[in-house]
């Protein structure tokens, strides 16, 4: 968690400089890679059925069209159903992006799919400072091994060690000014 606020104030700049000077022009779209770290706990719902109740945290890598790359830090707390025997899940949470302590960028997000690869949609709901209205949304990927971590957990167990990868290939935003 230290770690992660070191990098937060080592990239306070850096995703403004990469998203603003492309704002101007109205609509852009960049792509995101975000390697997190996670942990909950994990409940039994049903006969092969488990929630996961948590959050995960990283730097949000933003690669814009010209090759640039900016950061930004994202806590987003999430939660996952897991059917163990038919091997999907669901997932849905929210997320604060922290550019710099005046400007937060928000988000919702929920997808779906196989074990191991939840496959949905990133829609930004608003923020603050320069992004106080920001609008947009993207495809997303989310590639995680939770779901073969918490197999075989009691009801009520923590996860301290969850690790994955988000996803958006083509996240399309536009500011309000």
């Not at 550019?99 to 988000?107: D, K, L, M, Q, T």
């Not at 197999?151 to 988000?166: K, S």
Request: aromatic share 8%.
């Amino acid at each position: 968690m230290v770690l992660n606020k070191f990098w937060s104030g080592l990239v306070l700049g850096l995703v403004i400089a990469g998203m603003a000077g492309m704002a101007r022009a109205g609509e852009k779209s960049v792509k995101i890679l975000m390697p997190w770290d996670g942990e909950g706990s994990v409940y039994t719902i049903g006969t092969d059925k488990l929630l996961f109740m948590g959050e995960f945290e990283g730097i949000m890598y933003v690669e814009t069209s010209a090759g640039d790359m900016d950061a930004a830090y994202a806590n987003c707390p999430a939660s996952q159903h897991i059917d163990v025997s038919a091997k999907q899940s669901s997932a849905k949470g929210y997320c604060t992006i922290t550019i710099s302590s005046e400007e937060v960028v928000f988000a919702e997000w929920s997808c779906k799919g196989k074990v191991g690869a939840c496959e949905g949609t990133f829609k930004l709901t608003g923020g603050t400072g320069k992004y106080a209205g920001v609008t947009g949304s993207s495809d997303m990927l989310v590639r995680s091994v939770l779901n073969t971590l918490v197999v075989g957990m009691g009801n009520g167990d923590a996860v301290r060690a969850a690790t994955g990868l988000a996803i958006l290939p083509n996240l399309t935003y536009k500011l309000a000014r």
